[in-house]
């Protein structure tokens, strides 16, 4: 094969969680090693709640509420309107999950977890699903959930493929800052955080 050259055999494929566990950098800004991987995960998750894809929510004041419930793990709830055709619950996603590309971040989350569970309700009805990294446990169970519509992740990040020591950032000051041309002034936004690891 001449310089520059290349076939199909020399093209890998990786899954979506295996690419996630290769290169974080391309998802959350940091390598596997950084210290700042288990924070970072957590505010682009909160950017991605608050800066949804056009198609997916109407423009109104995204209600997003953060739980930090230990160094390496937290729970995101968002209320997201879905205004896209045919918006049902629940959407096939990623290995039969609960988590479709629309929520890619949280599925790069999840890539890095030991432990996910996803919840998603419209109308009180809700299913709700665990998984171990991305791959479902077992397929969407449905619950009797609240009036409205929303997701909620709890995430808990697998130490063994992270910096030994490392911790979610207790200064969570910038999570949910607007970004340059994301910044929209006609969309307020209310985001809360709570460490509940200082009541612990």
Known sequence: MRQGEYSNTDIEVHEFDESVRRWPGMYFDVSLDHPL???NVVRFAVDHAIHPAPHLADLHSPV???E???DLSFSITDDQL???EGCRVPDSGYFGSLLNPDR???AAAAALSRRTIVKVWRAGRGLHQELAGL???GPPEPFTASRGR???VTIELDPGRLRTGVAIDTNLETVGLCRGD???AAAPRDVTVNDRRSTQ
């Open 37 to 39: 991987l288990p924070t």
């Open 64 to 66: 997003v509420y953060v």
């Open 68 to 70: 930090i419930l230990g």
């Open 82 to 84: 879905c205004r896209a």
């Open 104 to 106: 890619w971040t949280l």
């Open 135 to 137: 791959r479902p446990i």
């Open 150 to 152: 929303g997701t909620t």
């Open 182 to 184: 994301d910044c929209v």
